[in-house]
């Protein structure tokens, strides 16, 4: 809203009134998805999906990605796009980030109450919620309250989170990792970083933005990049993941270059709980 302002204060007064306009209705469609998101998180229209994540070497599930859905009462299915960055910006996020966690570890104690095995689940971290004093209390207080340990979760932070203020930044990822929380770095390759600067943090896993993979194996600077950032992570002991995989084109593609595993439509779409527990008896053996 400040480039906005910015922007339009320099383009003249004319300007100005149609900028403002327009920022209004953005402010106030802002503040109504903002009210009814603190309702949602009390009437329970949050749910969650789960995305497997399969070993490209074999094709055995070894990881799971937990993805928010909003069913608002009138508009239907809200996807995360559109509600995270109102949580993160009016910091709704720390209570619904805070949902999450409970929601997911809630599942997983049901689920292996069933005597269903589950593999490692991901979390996604947001930037606000990352740098909130009490996250690895809250998260500590959940794995006691559902008998889980650290090594079931994993958190995903997207490249630009680290980019901030590297000395904190390590100082809060050494204390998750400390712990026993592994560490992805989700959407690489649409920040600025580079993989020398990632290796000051103890990460465990890079995924590599859908960006990258959509193209495969076509494109052959996408090639190059998507070979070159898998042999960088190898060689500092990262784990890589494919984020979008669609094809079987691009699953060999990947398989060839060693990438460890893969996400994507060719495998599952997220799954609703249901199908998910269904998922997992067939995955059985995998675990
Ligand atoms: P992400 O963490 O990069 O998640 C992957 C997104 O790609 C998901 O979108 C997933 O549905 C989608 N996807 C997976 N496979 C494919 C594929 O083969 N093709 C295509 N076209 N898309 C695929 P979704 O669920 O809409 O989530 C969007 C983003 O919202 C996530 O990106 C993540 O950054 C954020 N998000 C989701 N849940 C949470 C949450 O609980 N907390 C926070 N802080 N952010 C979340
Ligand atoms: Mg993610
Ligand atoms: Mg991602
Ligand atoms: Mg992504």
């Not at 928010?68 to 709704?92: D, M, N, S």
């Not at 996250?135 to 901030?164: G, N, Y």
């Not at 669609?246 to 060719?266: H, I, M, P, S, W």
């Amino acid at each position: 809203a400040d480039i906005a302002m910015y922007k339009a204060k320099e383009s003249g007064g004319r300007h100005f009134r149609f900028f403002t306009g327009e920022m209004d209705q953005r402010t106030t469609q802002q503040l109504k998805m903002e009210s009814e998101l603190r309702k949602a998180i009390i009437n329970n229209e949050l749910s969650l999906v789960y995305q497997p994540q399969l070993s490209l070497a074999d094709n055995t599930l070894c990881g799971m990605e937990v993805l928010v859905r909003w069913h608002h009462p009138k508009r239907g299915i809200i996807y995360p796009g559109e509600f995270i960055p109102v949580a993160e910006e009016t910091g709704l996020i720390n209570d619904l980030g805070l949902w999450v966690m409970r929601h997911t570890c809630k599942q997983i104690a049901k689920w292996r109450k069933k005597a269903l095995k589950t593999p490692r689940i991901s979390i996604n971290l947001s930037a606000r919620q990352f740098h909130q004093h009490d996250l690895l209390a809250q998260l500590k207080e959940l794995l006691q309250a559902h008998q889980l340990t650290a090594s079931d979760i994993e958190f995903e932070m997207t490249e630009s989170m680290l980019m901030a203020d590297a000395e904190e930044t390590a100082r809060l990822l050494n204390q998750l990792a400390k712990f026993g929380i592994s560490l992805a770095v989700d959407d690489f390759g649409t920040g600025y970083s580079s993989l020398a600067y990632l290796q000051k943090f103890p990460i465990h896993r890079l995924k590599i933005d859908r960006r990258f993979i959509q193209h495969l194996p076509d494109n052959g600077n996408d090639s190059v990049i998507v070979s070159t950032i898998i042999a960088m992570a190898h060689n500092m002991g990262m784990k890589v993941v494919a984020e979008g995989v669609e094809t079987g084109e691009q699953q060999r593609f990947l398989a060839r270059l060693k990438c460890d595993e893969a996400q994507g439509y060719l495998f599952a779409k997220p799954l609703p709980t249901e199908a998910c527990a269904d998922y997992l008896k067939n995955h059985q053996a995998d675990l």
